[in-house]
């Protein structure tokens, strides 16, 4: 295969040359030869590439343009081997005085570079479970890092908290493990390991700006997720959610490279809930009205003829949807010398969003230097300094937008807005606040990492880093006495502001050595401390005169609301090693151990230790597999075996502390203190062991890669806000608490086909996840949270509610009427089974599981088709089995006629209309959460469908321009599910309510072009 | 190169020793380091107060009221009552799951739970000991005896929780039920230590001798301890401490505020960064322009207590309103019968920012305690008729003992329960009233107002499904044992 390969590369370069010198085939005595070398796809020149003429030592290396040069008493022709790091080492014929040589990246899957945690290897060396994003979601991404984590990882869940731009993703690694101590994973960024928390003073109505949203994506040279205990156990007390590890685009020494980058675009919403227009709401509203008091007749609302003369009234959606602008554009400069190098980069990214005056926008800046300040010592520098705003959707806004009576008008006769729902159920005028209300964040952040490496001996060296990572957020909200939010207050001004401030230092010693040419060892010993404190601030007042100057002017406000401050502080310090051996690059064994202390535990717990194991056999490195090389070039299987730990329970959670609190007497505020919790020495670590094993094959030269990789991970000591009774004086208790267990079976296939012409690279992944409550603390067999349960067997995510058992008819009153729920059962009511078998049903006692939130797989599927210039890439990908709590299908059912209500209402029961599956309208409806709003979350979607053209060289440099390239991206255009709401891709942002879809601004589909030139 | 390795590892200890893995906020008070002052205690003493009430939906800032008040004869859930757990206390279906019922036990846990954190803490500091020192003990106890005195008569045999919880061992979180009768006597025990207090508060609001007093005089009464509660309240009315407002308005007044009549109250004061007392707003119109009626959770039940006053009772339009002028444009709306104890016309726009204060307990109350003791003890007597007279007096309607001078003992009591309904509605009161009667009454009170659903369990509550989930130790009260699954 490899030599099949080589001779269509043979031919290829032949038949570029032959083109390139048609003219003159003539051989020449003491020739001299000029040349360049270009990158075979970019066609950018490449420096540093050496060149060595075939059957001498006469060698050259090209300069920063690529470009080199020989004298030589060689005849044409003579053949040329051309290598460079990276690049598969191509012969070249020369036959006149001036070649051109492309050089094609060396794209074999087993010598990519994975970045583990405090170093890297190549896939090939590499004992755990590790997959690297590929360059196509990486491309693919211009919103935030996360979102190219999406259908590209297997094992890696990822979904949508919120569609409000700047907003963050949900990322579950391997299902999700904790209750309450969070799941999401570690950030590692350029080698500062970050969670992606909130920095919030809380003044901010709505989902908080995600921190994520201030990395700009286009930095990004590479994620790799880290998965499996072997990888994420030198991570410990952080790793038990898995570890994303990302590093932002260095320079390299070759000229300098300009780069602009720019996209236009256009969102809108992928799709409306269907709700009542006025005349149908109109008729709900007589019905329900009629229900409660028939005495008063069938039109109390309106009459048949004032029905007739509505139109549609308003669609509350239609009038806060919107087209949105996102613009993105970004400069890049890059380059260096053996000495130094450097990237330089600037970003601005606007997005409007779908919903009027929201929209998020991102300034940013990024620093990356390397330099080699004496042949032992190397010093560098990465640097990012970001702001974004954010126009955020105030919190129940899209509850509202759903269920404001299409009959309300947005504004009054007199052009004053409609307050509120004039109905029975009081909420404001969505319009209103979309328009008037201010709800807004900055954040500016900087994020720096500086370091020094230095070679003690020749293979030892030390790292020394010191790493700040300082987040500014402030808040501002107005909320002004023209629209309902406001009135009673008059107005009310809030600012808040809100700071969180890391520092790091990691110190490191690697050896590597060779021993005896066949005994690799690579020992790793450091420690490392981070500190974090965050403080905020909030500041308000109302009963203002007017509504001109917002929150600027505080002290316009005629009352100053109490102002507030906050501070807490955690500390983390870790000794951490690990060794990597190999025997002749066929058995590996990796092990590593850190000591996490932590002061977020109880002082009888502050220390945790999280050691981690694998082995691996090359199987294909032995000799007795040469046989089947041509077709199975490498085969790897390996195993791992360790403990990580979680964290994430926020600070002061062992101490009983106290919290102010007021009273009054006379006009005088006076303040007391009160307990808030009783303290718990022991609270400790969440544990995490993991078992993973898994086979990597190669196929055709790596033409077909294969990846499976089967875990268990068992999770124990959980951290959970234990529920203990009220008789205490408190509510609830962290301790650790009950095992979760998630096991699966993830693959991944890609596959790399094609010659320069043509190729096609496929990546699909699919994994298979269960998760399961294996023991609950306190010998309990369930708790219940709200709509959830957690019991012993089940899993997290689980929704606990009534099941439906069709609508009460009126033949049926007496047998059935006890199954309503209702103390005077009536035709219309809806049925619900009696779970507990007691011969009537009621809210507490009748509950059961109804779904989970967890798919039965997930999966993803990328495919690249290049064609000469042209490139076509299409990520499809896919959730199976989910369940979606449709919060809002809830409300959109109840059919009180006091809000509006989905379009099933025009099924609702009437003696005339028997309906077997919308019940009566009525006044006052108990709001039971059964199985009916428990939806099947399984979707389809063709993620992003990228067109790209890549200008023909020599027209680009007609342009004065190294290369230009255009792009056509849609996103999300086409979607296959049976959920009713507006995306299934979609979960309520808090760990203990997974897949809960309850006013969640939704998500968007997107269209954009643009444009990538290179100077 | 050895001396940048040196220097290197100097550095990194030197930083070791500025990240301690010790947590020492500084944003928050340990309990370590407090109860040590005089100030200290009267900080955790005013926590007590604060759980009595502070923001809308805690005890006495309209939480009772949507919850115990609305399964009474005078109460339903009004239109914009759309919390279907208030609408079944109103309609009396409500079970162990209602979430109002779960949060009154909570909150009045937790306040018990402040009142012991601020006894255990205070008494075992020796160096407080000064009179402020036990004072605020007594104050203490006087508020853990306002709660108990409250779950014992809506819950029965409940747990007697005295020290502060300081352990999450299972014996320290799972108590038992207590007898009635022992709680009742750790509230008298309460009390009779609370009357130590001072006569007069140097802070007009917090608790006095006269306070434990009066209240001890209901504890008593609630027991049909009778010659106890005659006693005790003739002793608070014999000490001159307390009296009638002239005029039945000050009562309710802003400016009389913590005044003569006023024994204990919830305080309140609207549009600061205290709260305001949201009865007011519970009880506002929805139909008036420019008052905010969205809160509007408490109707009078149609066609009962307004009614029931006579025109001339001083009281009836200070109870009630049955119009309000809008702030917006100035024309008078008329409405059904509203309660107006509270509404502050300073605040028409935001009702619920009004800054009356609700009496806990008042000398008009003191006077009906002495009547109702007296009554069962001797029947009818000239003494007895003295306090429901005094009421009567003051509302400019007839006294009793002219209009019924040779009344019998069952009628003398029925007058002074009527007397006690019309003089403390929306105070919070009515519920105990009807419960302390016992069933029959209950049932037959509520079935004439309409409320069919009524049966003689309803004079207790059932205790929460979840304490009961948690706490094996705990048992269902009885009357509701036949509801548990």
Redesign the interface.
């Known amino acids: 295969m490899t030599k099949n390969i080589n001779i269509l590369l043979w031919i290829s370069i032949l038949l570029i040359s032959a083109g390139i010198n048609a003219q003159n085939t003539q051989a020449t005595i003491n020739s001299t030869l000029n040349g360049t070398v270009i990158d075979q796809v970019t066609n950018q020149p490449i420096p540093g590439v050496n060149i060595q003429i075939k059957g001498t030592t006469h060698t050259a290396v090209t300069d920063l343009d690529g470009k080199f040069y020989f004298q030589t008493g060689q005849k044409f022709p003579y053949i040329l081997i051309v290598s460079y790091i990276g690049y598969v080492t191509a012969e070249h014929t020369a036959t006149t005085d001036f070649v051109q040589i492309s050089l094609k990246e060396d794209r074999k899957e087993l010598d990519e570079l994975v970045i583990i945690g405090y170093g890297s290897t190549t896939k090939k060396d590499y004992t755990g479970a590790a997959e690297t994003v590929s360059s196509t979601a990486l491309k693919a991404t211009q919103r935030t890092l996360e979102s190219s984590l999406q259908g590209s990882v297997a094992g890696v869940n990822v979904t949508q908290t919120s569609g409000q731009p700047g907003a963050g993703l949900s990322i579950r690694i391997r299902g999700g493990s904790s209750i309450q101590g969070g799941n999401e994973p570690l950030y590692v960024i350029d080698g500062f390991p970050l969670y992606n928390s909130d920095v919030t003073s809380g003044v901010l109505s709505g989902t908080p700006t995600n921190p994520l949203s201030s990395i700009n994506p286009a930095d990004i040279e590479s994620i790799t997720v880290l998965k499996d205990a072997s990888s994420t156990a030198i991570y410990g007390s952080r790793g038990a959610n898995g570890v994303v590890i990302i590093t932002t685009k260095k320079g390299s020494a070759s000229a300098m490279t300009v780069n602009y980058d720019f996209t236009i675009g256009q969102q809108e919403v992928r799709n409306k809930v269907d709700v009542l227009d006025a005349k149908g709401f109109a008729r709900l509203r007589n019905a329900a009205l009629y229900d409660t008091n028939p005495a008063l007749g069938t039109n109390q609302y309106l009459s048949d003829a004032q029905i007739a003369a509505l139109g549609k009234g308003v669609d509350w959606q239609e009038e806060a949807f919107q087209k949105g602008l996102v613009q993105n554009h970004q400069l890049s400069i890059s380059g260096g010398n053996n000495q130094t190098k450097y990237a330089v980069s600037g970003n601005y990214y606007n997005q409007e969003g779908i919903i009027k005056n929201t929209g998020f926008e991102r300034l940013s800046g990024r620093v990356n230097l390397t330099s080699k300040i004496s042949s032992?010592a190397r010093i560098g520098l990465n640097l990012t300094i970001s702001e974004t705003k954010s126009k955020v959707a105030p919190a129940g806004l899209i509850t509202s937008l759903l269920s404001m009576p299409p009959t309300a008008t947005i504004y009054e006769p007199d052009g004053s807005y409609t307050l509120?729902n004039p109905f029975?159920?009081?909420f404001a005028n969505p319009i209103a606040t979309l328009n008037e209300r201010k709800n807004e964040a900055i954040t500016d952040r900087i994020l720096g990492t500086i370091y020094g490496e230095?070679d003690?001996l020749k293979n030892l060296v030390?790292k020394?880093s010191f790493g700040t990572d300082l987040i500014f957020n402030k808040e501002k909200s107005y909320l002004p006495s023209s629209i309902y939010e406001g009135?009673?207050?008059n107005g009310e001004g809030k600012i808040g502001t809100a700071d969180s401030r890391t520092w790091l230092?990691e110190?490191t010693l690697t050896y590597s050595k060779v021993f005896g040419e066949k005994h690799n060892l690579n020992v790793l010993a450091g420690?490392t401390?981070?500190?974090s404190t965050k403080e905020f601030v909030t500041a308000g007042s109302?009963?203002f005169v007017n509504d001109v100057t917002y929150y600027y002017s505080l002290q316009s406000g005629n009352?100053?609301?109490?102002p507030s401050?906050?501070?807490?502080?955690w500390?983390?310090?870790s000794y951490l090693s690990r060794v990597n051996y190999n025997y002749d690059s066929k058995y590996f064994l990796t092990a590593s151990l850190r000591a996490d202390?932590?002061?977020?535990f109880g002082?009888n717990n502050?220390w945790g230790y999280f050691p981690s194991f694998a082995v691996a056999w090359q199987i294909s490195n032995e000799d007795f597999f040469t046989p089947v090389k041509d077709v199975i070039n490498s085969l790897k299987i390996r195993t791992s075996y360790g403990a990580t730990g979680n964290q994430e329970i926020g600070?002061?959670q062992?101490?009983?502390?106290?919290?102010s609190?007021?009273?009054?007497?006379?006009?005088?505020?006076?303040?007391?203190?009160?307990?808030?919790r009783?303290?718990?020495d022991d609270l400790g670590w969440e544990l995490t062991n993991q078992f993973d094993a898994g086979v990597d094959v190669g196929f055709f030269d790596d033409k077909l890669n294969l990846t499976v990789d089967v875990y268990r991970k068992t999770t124990k000591d959980l951290l959970l806000a234990v529920?203990?009774?009220?008789?205490?004086?408190?509510?609830s208790?962290l301790?650790n608490f009950g095992t979760v267990q998630n096991q699966g079976i993830e693959l991944g296939i890609n596959t790399a086909l094609g010659n320069t012409a043509f190729s096609w690279n496929s990546n699909f992944n699919i994994s298979f996840n269960s998760n399961k409550i294996i023991a609950l603390g306190?010998d309990a067999e369930f708790y219940t949270f709200g709509n959830y349960i957690l019991r012993k067997g089940e899993s997290l995510g689980t929704f606990y509610g009534a099941v439906t058992d069709g609508i009460l008819q009126t033949a049926d009153i007496a047998t059935k009427g006890a199954f309503t729920g209702n103390?005077t059962p009536k035709a219309g009511d809806r049925l619900y089974k009696d779970i507990?078998g007691?011969g009537a049903f009621?809210?507490?006692?009748d509950r059961t599981s109804i779904g989970d939130a967890q798919p039965d797989f997930i999966f993803g599927f990328t495919n690249t088709f290049t064609y000469r210039g042209f490139e076509l890439s299409a990520l499809i990908n896919g959730s199976v089995g989910n369940k979606i709590l449709n919060g809002n299908a809830q409300a959109l059912e109840l059919y009180n006629g006091q809000q509006n209500a989905s379009t099933s209402a025009l099924d609702a029961w009437t003696p005339t209309n028997p309906s077997t599956s919308t019940p009566r309208a009525k006044l006052?409806p108990?709001?039971i959460f059964s199985d009916r709003f428990v939806e099947d979350g399984s979707f389809v979607r063709i993620k992003n469908i990228t067109f790209s053209y890549n200008l023909p060289k020599k027209v680009s440099e007609k342009l004065l321009l190294t290369s230009v390239k255009f792009r056509v991206v849609g996103e999300n255009l086409f979607t296959f599910t049976k959920y009713t709401g507006f995306d299934p891709e979609v979960t309520n942002g808090t760990t203990i309510s997974p897949g809960t879809d309850t006013g969640i601004y939704p998500a968007s589909k997107t269209i954009s072009g643009g444009l990538i030139v290179t100077f | 190169?050895k001396n940048?390795?040196l220097y290197?590892l100097l550095?990194?200890f030197s930083?070791?020793a500025?990240?301690?893995?010790?947590?020492n906020?500084?944003?928050?008070?340990?309990?370590?380091n407090?109860y040590n002052t005089t100030e200290?205690a009267?900080?955790?003493?005013?926590?007590?107060?604060?759980?009595i009430n502070?923001s809308t939906h805690t005890l006495y800032n309209r939480l009772i009221q949507i919850s115990i008040e609305m399964a009474t004869d005078d109460y339903e859930a009004g239109?914009?009552a759309?919390n279907?757990h208030v609408?079944a206390l109103s309609?009396l279906?409500h079970?162990?799951?209602n979430d109002r019922m779960?949060e009154i036990?909570?909150q009045s846990?937790?306040g018990?739970?402040?009142a012991?954190?601020a006894i255990d803490n205070i008494a075992k500091n020796p160096n407080l000991n000064s009179q402020k020192d036990i004072d605020l003990i007594n104050e203490a106890k006087f508020l853990r005896a306002v709660l108990y005195f409250n779950i014992v008569r809506w819950f029965g045999d409940v747990?007697l929780?005295l020290h502060?919880?300081?352990?999450?061992t299972?014996e320290?979180?799972?108590?038992p039920n207590t007898p009635e009768a022992d709680v009742y006597a750790q509230i008298e025990t309460d009390l009779l230590d609370a009357e130590a207090l001072p006569i007069v508060q140097p802070?007009?609001?917090?608790i006095t001798s006269g306070a434990a007093k009066s209240l001890l005089s209901k504890v008593y009464l609630t027991q049909k301890k009778w010659q106890k509660a005659a006693d005790k309240s003739k002793e608070v009315i014999d000490s001159k401490v307390y009296d009638l407002f002239e005029n039945f308005a000050d009562v309710f007044n802003v400016a009389t505020?913590?005044g003569k009549e006023h024994i204990f109250s919830a305080?309140?004061?609207g549009?600061?960064?205290?709260n305001g007392n949201m009865l007011a707003s519970t009880a506002a119109p929805t139909s008036v322009p420019g008052i905010?009626g969205?809160q509007a959770d408490a109707l009078h039940t149609a066609g009962g207590l307004f009614e029931a006053f006579a025109e001339n009772d001083k009281r009836k339009y200070i109870t009630f309103a049955i119009e309000f002028v809008s702030p917006t444009d100035g024309k008078t709306y008329k409405v059904a019968p509203h309660f107006n104890k509270y509404f502050d016309p300073t605040t028409p726009?935001?009702p619920?920012?009004s800054s009356k204060n609700t009496p806990i307990i008042r000398f008009a109350e003191i006077l009906l305690i002495n009547s109702e003791a007296l009554n069962e003890l001797n029947g009818p007597t000239t003494e007895a008729f003295a306090g429901i007279d005094r009421v009567r007096e003051r509302a400019g309607i007839d006294l009793l003992s002219v209009t019924s001078p040779s009344i019998s003992q069952d009628d003398f009591r029925e007058a002074v329960f009527e007397e006690r309904r019309k003089e403390l509605v929306y105070e919070y009161q009515r519920w105990f009233d009807l419960a302390r009667r016992g069933p029959d009454y209950f049932v037959a009170k509520l079935k004439a107002a309409g409320k069919t659903?009524a049966q003689p369990k309803h004079v207790h509550f059932p205790i929460?499904?979840?304490?009961l989930d948690?706490?094996k130790n705990?048992k269902q009260v009885p009357e509701w044992r036949d509801k548990e699954?």
């Open positions: 032992k509120r029975e159920n009081i230095y003690i030390f020394v009135l009673i207050t230092n110190n420690y401390q981070q500190n109302q009963q009352v100053a609301l109490m401050s906050g501070e807490s502080t500390a983390l310090n202390g932590s002061s977020r002082k502050k600070e002061y062992s101490l009983a502390t106290l919290s609190v007021k009273y009054l007497f006379g006009d005088q505020i006076y303040t007391g203190f009160t307990p808030t009783i303290s718990n529920q203990i009774p009220y008789t205490t004086g408190f509510t208790s301790q306190n103390a507990n007691d009621t809210t507490a006692a006052d108990a709001p | 190169m940048i390795t290197s550095l990194i930083l070791s500025c990240n301690p893995l010790d947590e906020p500084k944003a928050f008070i340990g309990t370590g407090f200290d009267d900080a955790a003493v005013l926590s007590i107060y604060n759980a502070s239109p914009r759309r279907a609408r309609n279906t079970d162990a799951s779960l036990w909570r846990y937790d018990i739970n402040r012991n954190v747990p929780v502060e919880t300081t352990s999450l299972p320290a979180i799972n108590p802070i007009k609001g917090r505020k913590n305080q309140f004061k549009l600061t960064n205290w905010a969205d726009a935001s619920g920012q659903n929460p499904q979840r304490e948690l706490n705990l699954f």
